[in-house]
């Protein structure tokens, strides 16, 4: 029922602030149209979103969502019709179709994922059975030019039944046009003392690799052993002559391979997510400064499409060999 996401959502730890204005937010009857979550991967973003989405759409009384009503019974069981989520599709994992805003004539590639209704045909109608229609972009940093154009143009003018959450952990990347109509929370990481509590048995080291976010801690928790033997990559790497850069890499990719075999998405899934940790492996064990940034570029240029077995002979070349 929506009312656990409401509960999950209390239980997070820290989000004193954010808890307060999305509490607020679900009983105000004309409160802002458009609200941003942002903040740190794993902080709880997607959650408290869905918790307020839950409020917005929920019919019954308050406290909302009540998890009793139709509206909620139908989002715990994912089959909400007022409810419209649009995220990253294809291998660049960007929101670059415009198709995913407005119809677009230019038909999808037979490559790219299914999506659902562009949002204008979604917010022509009122709700059918919930409060008001709700949309969420994940990832919405991601939304190409024109898709953000178009975005835009609804945020200033939206249907009054329509409510907006966007959620990006870099707001840097939004166009200031469409920050400045969002109501924007800040999705602040819990103090060190909450983390510590949440970490269970792990190593400190494993704990570190989190970077001070639940989401991720969590994560760790699930695949602690491919992240010990990340660790333990990363630490010889500093050890590894010159003349072992590829086969540093056919390592590494064999560690994306046990990754993904975990059910970390498709192949890119988990190759861009291996970057992420390796980098964040590197920061913590005090490699050269410069080694996280270059593991950064190589995991763009796959988010970009870039063929992985030459990105990174490339990026273990660098490492071992650029260093002499």
């Known amino acids: 029922m929506s009312n656990s996401i409401a509960t999950e959502a209390d239980q997070l730890k820290g989000l004193r602030s954010a808890k307060l204005l999305v509490a607020r937010l679900a009983e105000l009857e004309n409160g802002s149209h458009a609200v ?66 407005v119809p677009d004539p230019t038909p999808p590639r037979e490559s790219e994922e299914p999506q659902g209704p562009p949002l204008t045909d979604f917010l022509r109608t009122p709700p059918l059975i919930a409060r008001s229609k709700v949309v969420i972009f994940d990832h919405a940093d991601r939304l190409i030019p024109d898709a953000s154009h178009a975005l835009l143009r609804i945020l200033e003018e939206p249907p009054t039944y329509a409510r907006l959450i966007l959620i990006t952990d870099q707001p840097g990347a939004l166009a200031p046009t469409v920050l400045s109509r969002c109501l924007a929370i800040c999705c602040e990481l819990p103090s060190g003392d909450e983390i510590n509590g949440l970490a269970g048995e792990l190593e400190p080291e494993l704990i570190a690799l989190a970077g001070g976010s639940p989401g991720v801690l969590a994560r760790i928790g699930e695949l602690a052993d491919w992240y010990r033997s990340l660790l333990t990559f990363a630490k010889n790497l500093l050890g590894r002559p010159a003349a072992q850069a590829l086969v540093a890499s056919e390592e590494f990719d064999a560690l994306c391979d046990e990754l993904e075999a975990s059910g970390t998405g498709g192949s890119r899934a988990a190759k861009t997510a291996a970057l992420g940790a390796l980098a964040d492996a590197l920061k913590t064990i005090g490699t050269p400064p410069e080694w996280p940034v270059m593991v950064a570029e190589t995991h763009r240029r796959i988010q970009r499409n870039a063929a992985s077995g030459i990105a990174f002979d490339a990026l273990f070349v660098r490492l071992l060999v650029d260093r002499l």
Do not use: H
């Open 36 to 101: 941003l979550f942002y903040g740190a991967e794993g902080a709880g973003k997607s959650l408290l979103a869905r918790r307020l989405a839950a409020a917005w759409t929920c019919t019954g009384e308050p406290p909302r969502p009540c998890g009793a009503c139709r509206p909620c019974q139908a989002m715990a069981k994912g089959t909400l019709v007022d409810l419209l989520m649009i995220d990253p599709r294809g291998a660049s994992r960007n929101i670059r179709r415009l198709g995913a805003i």
